[in-house]
């Protein structure tokens, strides 16, 4: 199955901004070979085994709600099959439909709620008036039964039913849960019936996954009872994105800057190597936010990141080289220095994030070098990153070597590039 373009091009955004990989709820022996997928999709044309198999695959195609992208070309080629198969499945209207009918019942709500919450799709679910999750369907009728499975949801949003799905062990539920906590008149009689759910909010924003914690805060912040709460939540989050939000929600203005790198420092310094992560990734995006949201970091955190550029975990150290590429304009010599020396590291995954780092130096003989060494690594995502970096145009005939290539993943990248330059050529 061809992959659309467009969901080309979100996977390379996810690469090139550092983003992590996608977990699935499914578990790993359901679905990890194409025969695996044929067995399950096969269930779908037996009415006695189809709304099984018709749920097996929505959880594995999306597991939380959105299509599930992982960066590996086969697995989200798996994924990709599972939701054809969703969508073209013999009788979906039916299927639909008893996935609607299991809402009525105490018994049947909560895994109908779960299978309709990824059928719904987030566009339909929290964008309303969009298309489906595949961000532009050409499937009207699917998009209407996508609709009609968002509208029934939004009919059990009942005190009861989001106290159930708050302390669902699937976090999809659990932030439709948050999503729906509340009335949406802020007035305290209009609140007040759901105070006594506060707790269970309070639970997730403790222990839920950065996105679901992000969700209850923000949710929390709500409820006036809750300040003290969410200002002990700044002490102890490890999220700089929540911390973020926390600290801007405070109104802390005055000396915001100084006070949040301040505090991205500590989680710099964290034991935890994830937390550590978070922070490089947080640091590496900061471009490419929205003016309000970007910071200015000193000499401080770009020594700590040359630090972390030399860690044992490879992850690490590619995550410590995006964040460097974002803050080099604070030391260009050491910033070079260290983007030479990872132009050798092991790792394909920290080498191909090295061009990125040299492109505004290219003018430099010993970088020229490197970026040399680069354009003829043995790994082709790393020749294609490299080519990116540095001009896209100046190597089309690399990038046409690299559209034969054996990893079909960056095949497809480079198909997609020569295209975008062909195209760019022939315009008027």
Known sequence: MKRPSHIIITILAAVLLGCRSTSTSVSPKAITAEDDLNRLVAGLSRPETRMRAFSQLLAFALPDGYYARTGDWETDNLHDQAFEAVRTCPERETVVSNLIHGLRSSDTRMQAISDLIR??????????????????SQDRAFDALQEKAADALNGYVDIETISRALDSPERHVQYW???????????????????PLLPKLEKLAVAGDASIRDAADQKLGDFPQERQFLAKRVELET??????????????????NQRFVARLYSLLMHRDENV??????????????????????????????????????AKERSDAAYALTEIRVLDPDDSRGAFLRLATDPSKDVRWRVAFGLKDQLERADVQHVIASLLEDKVPSVRYMTILAVGPEKHVKELEQLAQCGDRQVAEWATAKLTQIMEGKNKP
């Open 276 to 313: 550590r992560r978070d922070a490089l990734l947080f640091i590496g995006f900061n471009g490419s936010r929205a003016p309000m949201w970007r910071f200015t970091y000193d000499k401080k955190i770009f020594d700590r990141v040359i630090e972390l550029a030399q860690s044992g975990s």
């Open 239 to 256: 999220s700089p994105g929540i911390l973020m939000r926390l600290m801007q929600q405070a109104q802390e203005c005055e000396g915001f």
């Open 119 to 136: 059928f719904a799709g987030t566009t339909f679910l929290y964008n309303r008036g969009g298309s489906g999750v595949w961000g532009g």
């Open 177 to 195: 849960a948050i999503g729906h906590f509340g009335n949406s008149d802020l007035s305290e009689e209009k609140q007040r019936p759901w105070l």
